[in-house]
Protein backbone atom coordinates (compact mmCIF):
# COMPACT_ATOMS: atom_id res chain seq x y z
CA UNK A 1 0.00 0.00 0.00
CA UNK A 2 1.63 3.06 -0.85
CA UNK A 3 1.84 6.29 1.88
CA UNK A 4 -1.02 8.23 0.71
CA UNK A 5 -3.58 5.33 0.21
CA UNK A 6 -6.50 5.20 1.87
CA UNK A 7 -6.69 2.44 4.57
CA UNK A 8 -10.02 1.31 3.91
CA UNK A 9 -11.99 -0.89 6.83
CA UNK A 10 -11.26 -3.37 8.90
CA UNK A 11 -8.57 -4.07 11.87
CA UNK A 12 -5.71 -1.70 9.47
CA UNK A 13 -8.45 1.64 10.33
CA UNK A 14 -9.29 0.21 13.67
CA UNK A 15 -5.25 0.16 14.38
CA UNK A 16 -4.52 3.23 13.08
CA UNK A 17 -7.28 5.05 14.95
CA UNK A 18 -6.38 3.48 18.21
CA UNK A 19 -2.88 4.42 17.79
CA UNK A 20 -3.67 8.47 16.94
CA UNK A 21 -6.04 8.60 19.63
CA UNK A 22 -3.14 7.41 22.05
CA UNK A 23 -0.90 10.42 20.70
CA UNK A 24 -3.64 12.48 20.50
CA UNK A 25 -4.15 12.06 24.35
CA UNK A 26 -0.87 11.62 25.38
CA UNK A 27 0.30 15.20 23.16
CA UNK A 28 -2.56 17.59 23.85
CA UNK A 29 -4.68 15.82 26.88
CA UNK A 30 -8.42 15.09 27.44
CA UNK A 31 -9.25 18.77 26.98
CA UNK A 32 -7.61 18.79 23.83
CA UNK A 33 -8.49 15.97 22.41
CA UNK A 34 -10.28 15.85 19.31
CA UNK A 35 -11.84 12.91 16.77
CA UNK A 36 -10.39 15.66 13.56
CA UNK A 37 -7.52 15.59 14.79
CA UNK A 38 -7.04 11.51 15.44
CA UNK A 39 -8.46 10.99 11.81
CA UNK A 40 -5.94 13.17 10.37
CA UNK A 41 -3.59 11.54 12.58
CA UNK A 42 -5.00 8.24 11.53
CA UNK A 43 -5.01 9.41 8.09
CA UNK A 44 -9.19 8.76 7.65
CA UNK A 45 -12.17 10.93 7.37
CA UNK A 46 -14.09 11.84 10.25
CA UNK A 47 -16.73 10.04 9.55
CA UNK A 48 -14.73 6.72 9.55
CA UNK A 49 -14.38 7.39 13.58
CA UNK A 50 -17.38 8.43 14.26
CA UNK A 51 -19.00 5.51 12.50
CA UNK A 52 -17.57 3.30 14.73
CA UNK A 53 -16.80 5.30 17.70
CA UNK A 54 -19.97 7.37 18.23
CA UNK A 55 -18.76 9.33 21.27
CA UNK A 56 -15.50 10.59 21.91
CA UNK A 57 -15.08 8.61 25.12
CA UNK A 58 -15.45 5.46 24.01
CA UNK A 59 -12.65 6.14 21.06
CA UNK A 60 -10.49 7.29 24.34
CA UNK A 61 -11.85 4.58 26.56
CA UNK A 62 -10.85 1.98 23.62
CA UNK A 63 -7.52 3.08 22.58
CA UNK A 64 -6.10 3.10 26.13
CA UNK A 65 -7.16 -0.26 26.97
CA UNK A 66 -5.87 -1.16 23.51
CA UNK A 67 -2.85 -0.04 24.98
CA UNK A 68 -2.72 -1.38 28.29
CA UNK A 69 -3.53 -4.80 26.82
CA UNK A 70 -1.03 -4.81 24.33
CA UNK A 71 1.95 -3.73 26.24
CA UNK A 72 1.36 -4.81 30.08
CA UNK A 73 0.83 -8.63 29.50
CA UNK A 74 -0.46 -10.67 32.07
CA UNK A 75 2.46 -13.32 33.43
CA UNK A 76 1.93 -16.88 33.98
CA UNK A 77 5.53 -18.02 34.86
CA UNK A 78 4.31 -20.52 37.86
CA UNK A 79 5.82 -18.67 40.31
CA UNK A 80 4.23 -15.60 42.07
CA UNK A 81 7.48 -14.09 42.47
CA UNK A 82 7.97 -14.34 39.04
CA UNK A 83 4.60 -12.89 37.96
CA UNK A 84 4.52 -10.12 40.25
CA UNK A 85 7.72 -8.93 38.87
CA UNK A 86 6.76 -9.44 35.18
CA UNK A 87 3.85 -7.56 36.05
CA UNK A 88 5.19 -4.20 37.80
CA UNK A 89 7.62 -4.14 35.24
CA UNK A 90 5.27 -4.69 32.28
CA UNK A 91 3.35 -1.63 34.07
CA UNK A 92 7.00 0.63 34.82
CA UNK A 93 7.32 0.01 30.62
CA UNK A 94 3.88 0.91 29.68
CA UNK A 95 3.30 3.88 31.43
CA UNK A 96 6.86 5.62 29.82
CA UNK A 97 5.16 4.21 26.38
CA UNK A 98 3.07 6.52 24.83
CA UNK A 99 -0.91 5.06 25.58
CA UNK A 100 0.71 5.29 29.53
CA UNK A 101 1.94 9.07 28.78
CA UNK A 102 -1.52 9.09 27.53
CA UNK A 103 -3.03 8.04 30.74
CA UNK A 104 -1.13 10.25 32.67
CA UNK A 105 -1.87 13.03 30.63
CA UNK A 106 -5.64 13.07 31.06
CA UNK A 107 -4.81 12.02 35.00
CA UNK A 108 -2.91 15.35 35.12
CA UNK A 109 -5.48 17.02 33.21
CA UNK A 110 -7.92 15.74 35.98
CA UNK A 111 -5.95 17.10 38.94
CA UNK A 112 -5.53 20.51 37.28
CA UNK A 113 -9.05 21.12 36.99
CA UNK A 114 -9.30 20.55 32.89
CA UNK A 115 -12.75 18.79 31.41
CA UNK A 116 -12.60 15.44 33.13
CA UNK A 117 -13.53 12.07 31.46
CA UNK A 118 -16.44 10.42 32.77
CA UNK A 119 -14.81 7.48 33.99
CA UNK A 120 -12.44 6.31 31.31
CA UNK A 121 -9.32 6.32 32.63
CA UNK A 122 -10.64 4.21 35.44
CA UNK A 123 -12.33 2.11 33.50
CA UNK A 124 -8.93 1.33 32.39
CA UNK A 125 -7.27 0.45 35.64
CA UNK A 126 -10.61 -1.33 36.47
CA UNK A 127 -10.23 -3.95 33.57
CA UNK A 128 -6.42 -4.30 33.98
CA UNK A 129 -6.64 -5.04 37.41
CA UNK A 130 -9.38 -7.52 36.55
CA UNK A 131 -7.59 -9.43 33.99
CA UNK A 132 -4.42 -9.68 36.54
CA UNK A 133 -6.83 -11.05 38.99
CA UNK A 134 -5.72 -14.74 38.04
CA UNK A 135 -2.17 -14.45 38.58
CA UNK A 136 -3.00 -14.34 42.69
CA UNK A 137 -5.90 -16.81 42.30
CA UNK A 138 -3.08 -19.62 40.75
CA UNK A 139 -0.87 -18.33 43.66
CA UNK A 140 -3.50 -19.06 45.95
CA UNK A 141 -3.53 -22.49 44.08
CA UNK A 142 -0.14 -23.36 44.41
CA UNK A 143 0.10 -22.62 47.84
CA UNK A 144 2.67 -19.71 47.53
CA UNK A 145 -0.22 -17.60 49.24
CA UNK A 146 -2.40 -17.89 52.20
CA UNK A 147 -6.29 -18.65 51.46
CA UNK A 148 -8.58 -16.30 51.19
CA UNK A 149 -5.93 -13.58 50.16
CA UNK A 150 -8.49 -11.19 48.25
CA UNK A 151 -7.14 -10.82 44.40
CA UNK A 152 -8.13 -7.35 43.75
CA UNK A 153 -6.58 -5.83 46.45
CA UNK A 154 -3.67 -7.62 46.21
CA UNK A 155 -3.09 -6.29 42.45
CA UNK A 156 -4.03 -2.94 43.91
CA UNK A 157 -1.06 -3.02 46.36
CA UNK A 158 1.40 -4.19 43.62
CA UNK A 159 0.25 -1.60 41.24
CA UNK A 160 -0.21 1.88 44.05
CA UNK A 161 3.48 2.77 44.76
CA UNK A 162 4.20 2.68 40.41
CA UNK A 163 1.27 5.06 40.41
CA UNK A 164 2.02 7.11 43.31
CA UNK A 165 5.55 7.83 41.67
CA UNK A 166 4.13 8.74 38.07
CA UNK A 167 0.92 10.68 39.00
CA UNK A 168 2.06 12.30 42.33
CA UNK A 169 5.56 12.81 43.11
CA UNK A 170 6.29 12.59 39.39
CA UNK A 171 9.34 10.39 39.75
CA UNK A 172 11.52 8.16 37.92
CA UNK A 173 10.29 5.09 37.56
CA UNK A 174 13.33 2.36 36.83
CA UNK A 175 12.90 -1.28 37.04
CA UNK A 176 13.94 -0.50 40.98
CA UNK A 177 11.09 0.91 41.07
CA UNK A 178 8.93 -2.24 40.07
CA UNK A 179 10.96 -4.59 41.90
CA UNK A 180 10.43 -2.44 44.96
CA UNK A 181 6.16 -2.84 44.20
CA UNK A 182 6.42 -6.86 43.14
CA UNK A 183 8.37 -7.21 46.96
CA UNK A 184 6.37 -4.75 48.74
CA UNK A 185 2.92 -5.99 47.28
CA UNK A 186 4.10 -9.92 47.74
CA UNK A 187 5.21 -9.19 51.77
CA UNK A 188 1.45 -8.18 52.21
CA UNK A 189 -0.22 -10.62 50.52
CA UNK A 190 2.45 -13.18 52.40
CA UNK A 191 1.57 -11.70 55.80
CA UNK A 192 -2.36 -12.38 55.16
CA UNK A 193 -2.70 -8.30 54.97
CA UNK A 194 -5.13 -8.31 52.03
CA UNK A 195 -7.17 -11.31 53.75
Known sequence: MSPGAPLGRGPKVRAAVLTAAV???AEQGYAGFTVENVARRAGVHKTTVYRRWPERDALITDALADSAEAEIPIPDTGSIEADFDALAQGLVAWVK????QAVLAVMHSETAGSSRPPDTVRHVFRDRI???LPVVVRAIERGELPAGTDPAECVK???API???ALITREKLTADT???AARLALAGARAGVFG
Open 23 to 25: TEL
Open 97 to 100: SPGG
Open 130 to 132: RQA
Open 157 to 159: ALV
Open 163 to 165: YFR
Open 178 to 180: AAN
